[in-house]
């Protein structure tokens, strides 16, 4: 038994028999609802979508409410406008007229609730995935016996690149709090990236393995590594919540007016593999 457990459970045992644990009321106040955006716009020819709703208290566990009768339209550095539509409550959706493409600058414009929000994002250069391929491994304990898919491809020359990850097993996103996986170039400028292990987790005869490769914009990359540390940011050492990023922000200012969320433009090369 370590020395830091055998400290840890002295100071709870002295706790309970001098009964230091005292219950201590605190008055938390309540915060109003912020507007929540969670949007984006690819270079894959589809029209941008917006999911749009309110925020919730901390333990409240019901679904967050969406906002629906909002006005949205995104324009581009081309002059370019495009009118977003809601689909099903809370869910927008343009129809074309503006689409991502590399090198391109976008601004969404929001107006609700009286309020008017705007965001800006653009969507950047790209490498190409070259292939997913199979490695067999057995070495335990770092892996098991079984297949592993490998993620391979170049790397652009020049520092300020920034990657996310997305990987799905038989059409299913690892989306657990861990998966999140967002990268810079800084390390690995102009390499090549081969045989680096996607998952987990060996495969069996039959799984299929996608990757999906997005580039992302600078500002984007760290409101992700925001996110992850805080949805993380559990256990016995784990620090006080902090607010993360957005780009988000109303044109008319005030506390009251702040939302959450990001929209963002991005490229998606992707890949696949399926164990035989």
């Not at 709703?53 to 339209?73: C, E, R, S």
């Not at 992700?224 to 607010?243: D, M």
Request: hydrophobic share 35%; with cysteine.
């Amino acid at each position: 038994m370590n020395r830091f457990f055998l400290l840890l459970t002295a100071g709870l045992a002295a706790c309970g028999l001098s009964s230091c644990i005292d219950v201590v009321p605190l008055d938390v106040p309540k915060a109003g609802p912020l507007l929540s955006v969670d949007g984006q716009l690819t270079d894959q020819g589809k029209p941008a979508t917006v999911t749009l709703a309110l925020t919730q208290p901390y333990f409240n566990d019901t679904p967050p409410p969406p906002v629906t009768g909002a006005t949205l339209f995104l324009e581009d550095d081309l002059g370019r406008r495009d009118t977003l539509r809601e689909q099903t409550p809370g869910f927008y959706r343009g129809q074309g007229t503006v689409l991502g493409r590399i090198g391109g600058r976008y601004t969404l414009t929001i107006v609700t609730a009286g309020q008017t929000y705007r965001a800006e994002t653009e969507i950047r250069r790209t490498p190409e995935v070259d292939s997913i391929s199979l490695e067999f491994r057995n070495d335990p304990p770092s892996y098991d016996e079984g297949y592993y898919a490998t993620y391979n491809g170049p790397e652009l020359p020049g520092v300020g690149d920034y990657y996310r990850f997305k990987v799905y097993k038989n059409g299913v996103l690892f989306n657990k709090p861990e998966e999140l996986i967002v990268s810079s170039d800084e390390l690995v400028d102009g390499k090549y990236i081969g045989g680096l292990i996607v998952n987990e987790d060996p495969l069996v005869s039959g799984d299929k393995i996608k990757v999906e490769m997005l580039s992302v914009p600078r500002d984007y990359y760290f409101f992700l590594n925001e996110l992850n540390r805080q949805i993380n940011n559990v256990g016995l050492f784990a620090t006080s919540p902090a607010n993360v990023r957005t780009n988000v922000r109303s044109t008319q200012g005030g506390a009251t007016q702040t939302a959450v969320g990001y929209f963002a433009g991005y490229t998606v090369r992707a890949d696949s593999v399926v164990v035989p």
